[in-house]
């Protein structure tokens, strides 16, 4: 059988070594780096992805030691006793013949702990600690700690290392004027401030020997203010391949650049060019990253972009069998990552262990296990959304025989709604899987059936998946013709006219005002924001030249197609509860696009001239066309309520619990029960 993949399958020859495929897991904390115990669950984690074919994995970031730790306690390897815990995960790979790098990642004034260090002692703006200046003898120091740790990594098992130097952290901190200002040979002119990173690249390379990749991952494309310049991005990216790099890997933004690089809003592969920007320049193997997330994209991308790898993390905690099943030509029974960063890095920032949305079994391989049943039962799944989904699938897969009723026309529930907001149509890929898993596993997909109880009494379970509904407000004109809810304006039954108020500035609320204020003529076009680089470049203010410092250029929002109000009952920011790795893109986004936010409202009524409110004791008249309803939700479990007394019964997802309710919580209930029963 022809693969459909054949660039992303082809090997890749390092001379020294071979990679079987030009996947590259890219780093990504999880949180179980950070615990010796957890280390076990690590290797697991990885064996599995090995299994799944994986060509080359980096771990999570190491530090070289505790200064340049991200938190208090990270994850470190500084001594020959702690390589114990790191052959456990060598180990692990090599017996699923697989390949890993570890990551050496030194924070600088990015860390959360008051030991932070940096070249010029210069607070960055998204933590809290002053970094202690950096004498001459402490970047010796720092230098010889990252010499160090590449050894251990080298002892411990690992087939190489990969030396951060890009996201704003410490090595980055030297390369640029932002954060670097010392007039001694570690600043000041270029060759000056690239020291560091070349010193680094080149005692590596002679300590660890030549048969040990090292990959380096250089900021292409820094995305703030007196950033590096093209010139020396290719300048640095020359001398490291002089100075024994085997692999570049591209970074795009730091930390704390207010561009986004990796949200669902971002087009996929949007930053491949960068990549490519720099074949020219080296002859040693290029990564390219960003928004890369199924086959049919990295495969094109390689094709015809002269990259010789690409990097997914996100993607492969998804599905580990990513590229197992692309070696099948399977691409349609990927588990595909959303970009939604709800359960990976989300939680990394709250210190919490990474997982995935779409894959609850992710970095828990050891706690959740899906065994087949021995004792196959007949079970019926009420509710087709991401809850009902996942808990029929899980089901199904262990061997139990499963109908799943849905009583609209078409699977994905609240998932349906989602998808249809600008820049979140990768939602219809969970959809697709699922679907794609329903006949793998004969799950028997009842479709516009609204089933009561008298439906259910046959079956041996039944799990109530009902999801929720919009809540309905009591309020005096809440019948008016102006009034729409979300759902009915996202499925398109009504349209909305062009001055808008939007009651609720939750998830939906942001959501919906995105969806309104965009200009909806240029989808598919090469306007269009959300699928294509040039367009999202434009908007943002990227450089695709990089002629200026960081690539930074004026960005051109396009102004809002129409006149939004947005409201909250609250006082305060609008869009604090918002998730914190993209919250602040959804705020700025609207912000650019001239929505006006309104907090500590209070809703009088609706009536022909809009709507009617009071805030700092002032009544207001909104005169909008259309009131638009986004205040959350309420419970659809009524069904439960008749049966729970009468047969085995569940109820899972937001029929459960309609507050805070989010995809991530609705499938992880739907998996664990599935795996329970
Ligand atoms: P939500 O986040 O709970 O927001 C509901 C909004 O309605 C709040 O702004 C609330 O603010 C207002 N509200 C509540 N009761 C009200 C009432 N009786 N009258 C008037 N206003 C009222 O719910 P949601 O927006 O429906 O989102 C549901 C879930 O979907 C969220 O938990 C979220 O996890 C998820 N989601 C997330 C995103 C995202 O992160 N981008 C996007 C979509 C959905 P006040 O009480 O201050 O008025
Ligand atoms: Fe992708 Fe969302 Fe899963 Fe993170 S949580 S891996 S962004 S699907």
């Not at 991952?217 to 991005?233: K, P």
């Not at 076009?525 to 990227?542: H, L, R």
């Not at 004026?554 to 918002?578: D, V």
């Amino acid at each position: 059988m022809m693969n459909n993949y054949p660039h992303l399958l082809k090997p890749l020859d390092l001379g020294f070594t071979t990679i079987k495929n030009r996947v590259l897991m890219g780093s990504m904390h999880t949180g179980l780096e950070d615990r010796a115990k957890n280390y076990q669950k690590l290797a697991t984690f990885f064996a599995k992805r090995a299994e799944g074919q994986v060509g080359l994995m980096v771990t999570g970031g190491i530090a070289p030691n505790i200064r340049a730790w991200t938190a208090p306690m990270s994850g470190f390897l500084k001594y020959k006793f702690q390589t114990k815990r790191h052959k456990l995960i060598t180990n692990a790979v090599h017996q699923a013949d697989g390949k890993i790098c570890m990551q050496i990642l030194h924070t600088g004034r990015y860390g959360y702990h008051p030991f932070i260090v940096s070249p010029s002692g210069l607070k960055s703006p998204i933590t809290p600690f002053k970094p202690k200046i950096l004498t001459a003898k402490g970047v010796e120091k720092q230098i010889n700690s990252f010499v160090n740790t590449a050894q251990l990594a080298q002892s411990a098992g690992y087939d190489g290392v990969e030396i951060m130097g890009s996201e704003g952290y410490l090595i980055n901190q030297f390369l640029v004027k932002k954060t670097n200002k010392r007039d001694d040979k570690w600043g000041s002119d270029y060759d000056n401030r690239t020291r560091f990173a070349k010193e680094i690249v080149e005692r590596t390379r002679q300590a660890v020997g030549p048969e040990f990749i090292i990959i380096f991952r250089i900021s292409m494309l820094d995305l703030v203010s007196q950033g590096s310049t093209w010139d020396e991005v290719v300048t640095l990216a020359k001398e490291l391949e002089r100075l024994g790099v085997t692999i570049i890997n591209t970074g795009i933004g730091w930390h704390e650049a207010r561009i986004p690089t990796i949200a669902t809003c971002v087009p996929p592969g949007a930053f491949t060019w960068v990549t490519e920007k720099m074949r020219p320049h080296v002859n040693i193997p290029l990564i390219t990253t960003n928004r890369i997330n199924t086959p049919e994209i990295a495969e094109q991308i390689l094709a015809t972009n002269k990259i010789d790898m690409v990097s997914m993390a996100r993607p492969l905690l998804a599905d580990a069998n990513f590229v197992k099943k692309s070696m099948h030509n399977q691409s349609s029974e990927i588990n595909t990552c959303i970009g939604c960063n709800q359960a990976c890095l989300d939680h990394v920032f709250k210190n919490k262990r990474a997982t995935c949305l779409v894959n609850p079994l992710a970095c828990y391989e050891t706690d959740y296990i899906i065994k087949p049943t021995n004792q196959a039962k007949s079970c019926a799944v009420v509710g087709g959304g991401p809850a009902g989904m996942a808990c029929a699938k899980t089901l199904a897969e262990r061997g139990h025989n499963v109908t799943l009723y849905e009583g609209s026309e078409k699977l994905g529930g609240q998932f349906n709604l989602a998808a249809n907001i600008p820049g979140k149509d990768e939602f219809f890929h969970t959809i697709r899987y699922f679907k794609t898993q329903f006949k793998k596993y004969n799950v028997n997909v009842q479709l516009n059936s609204k089933v009561n109880a008298s439906n259910l009494v046959a079956y041996d379970e039944v799990i109530i998946a009902t999801g929720v509904k919009p809540r309905e407000l009591t309020l005096e004109g809440i019948d008016h013709e102006k009034v729409i809810v979300y759902n009915e304006l996202i499925s398109k039954q009504k349209v909305a006219g062009q001055k808008v108020a939007i009651i609720g500035a939750g998830g939906i609320g942001f959501d919906i005002a995105e969806f309104l204020s965009e200009d909806d003529s240029l989808h598919g076009t090469d306007k269009d924001v959300y699928a294509n680089p040039e367009a999202f470049c434009n908007e943002w203010g990227i450089d695709m030249n990089i002629e200026t410092e960081g690539g930074l250029i004026q960005a051109n929002h396009a102004p809002s197609a129409r006149e939004i109000y947005l409201l909250q009952r609250k006082p305060g920011k609008l869009g604090k509860g918002l998730a914190k790795t993209t919250g602040w893109i959804h705020r700025l986004a609207l912000k650019k696009r001239g929505v006006i936010n309104l907090a500590g409202c209070s809703y009088n009524k609706i009536d022909d001239q809009g709507l009617h409110i009071t805030r700092d004791d002032k009544e207001e008249i909104l005169e909008v066309d259309n009131i638009i309803i986004c205040a959350g939700q309420v419970s659809v479990n009524a069904l439960y309520e008749e049966l729970k007394d009468k047969q085995s019964c569940h109820m899972i997802g937001g029929a459960e619990f309609a507050g805070e309710l989010d995809a991530k919580r609705a499938i992880k209930q739907g998996v664990l029960l599935g795996a329970k029963i």
